[in-house]
Nanobody, 127 residues
Framework: QVHLAESGGGLVQAGGSLRLSCAAS????????MGWFRQAPGKEREFVAR????????YYVDAVKGRFTISRDNAKNMVYLQMNSLKPEDTAVYYC????????????????????WGQGTQVTVSS
């Protein structure tokens, strides 16, 4: 069982930066792949980034490549999303999520592949 809690959201002007944090509890956190998703009003939940349990494999959706960076610190049970050069279209509720132990599939961008979710943190980017 993994419990997740996001923080770090807020209101920022276009071009600004935010760092989201995801605090995890659970004995096997370091063995779960982790992802960040976002959901804007009236839209489906969208994949943003994923990091493997070791941190060696990382994926991003094209819309955030070069602007966002996902990282993790297994010793602290933390996952981060550094967001730079923010745009109004980045406005959404951001969620961190964990895939089951042993997951090694290629459909990591599907929310249904994640068993554990945080409550979300709001990010609003003004133009």
């Amino acid at each position: 069982q993994v419990h997740l809690a996001e923080s770090g959201g807020g209101l920022v002007q276009a071009g600004g930066s935010l760092r989201l944090s995801c605090a995890a509890s659970g004995r096997n956190f370091g063995r779960h792949g982790m992802g960040w998703f976002r959901q804007a009003p009236g839209k489906e939940r969208e994949f943003v980034a994923r990091i493997s349990w070791s941190g060696r494999t990382i994926y991003y959706v094209d819309a955030v490549k070069g602007r966002f960076t996902i990282s993790r610190d297994n010793a602290k049970n933390m996952v981060y999303l550094q967001m730079n050069s923010l745009k109004p279209e980045d406005t959404a509720v951001y969620y961190c999520a964990a895939t089951p132990l042993g997951y090694a599939g290629n459909d990591y961008d599907r929310p249904t592949r994640y068993d554990y979710w945080g409550q979300g943190t709001q990010v609003t980017v003004s133009s």
